[in-house]
C-alpha cells in the first residue's frame, strides 16, 4: 500500500463508501490504496459527520423500538380475540346462521 497525505476530502469520500454505500473495508482498500486500519481510523474520525445527526438516528430508534412494542400488543390482542371466539369474525358468521333456512317437518303444500 501506498504512503502518503490523504486530504481530509478524500478520506471523508472514503468512509462515506464503507458507511453509506455499504462496500467492505478490505475492497475500498484495495481499491484506493491505503490499508484497513487507515480506514478504520478514518471511519472512527469522520463517520459522525458522515452519517448525519446523531438526534436523527436515534429517534429512527426509538421509532423502531415503538413499532415492536405495537406490533406485540397487535399479535397478543389478534390472540385474545381469536381465543375467545373460537375463529375470527366469529360474531360476523353467528349472525349469518340466524338468516338460514329451516327445514320444517311437514310437507309444504303448494295451492
Known amino acids: 500500500m501506498g504512503t502518503g497525505n490523504f486530504t481530509d476530502e478524500f478520506k471523508r469520500d472514503a468512509v462515506a463508501q ?3 454505500r455499504g462496500y467492505p473495508a478490505k475492497e475500498v482498500s484495495a481499491r484506493l490504496g491505503v490499508s ?8 472512527r474520525k469522520f463517520a459522525k ?3 448525519g ?3 436523527k438516528d436515534a429517534e429512527i430508534r426509538r421509532l ?3 413499532l415492536v412494542r405495537v406490533s406485540e400488543e397487535r399479535d397478543i390482542l389478534k390472540k385474545v380475540t381469536v381465543g375467545s371466539t373460537g375463529q375470527r ?9 340466524r338468516f338460514e333456512a329451516k327445514r320444517f317437518p311437514w310437507p309444504c303444500v303448494e295451492p
Open 18 to 20: 464503507i458507511t453509506e
Open 89 to 97: 369474525n366469529g360474531s360476523f358468521e353467528r349472525s349469518s346462521r
Open 53 to 55: 445527526d446523531t438526534e
Open 49 to 51: 459527520a458522515v452519517s
Open 36 to 43: 484497513t486500519h487507515s480506514l478504520y481510523s478514518w471511519k
Open 64 to 66: 423502531k423500538r415503538e
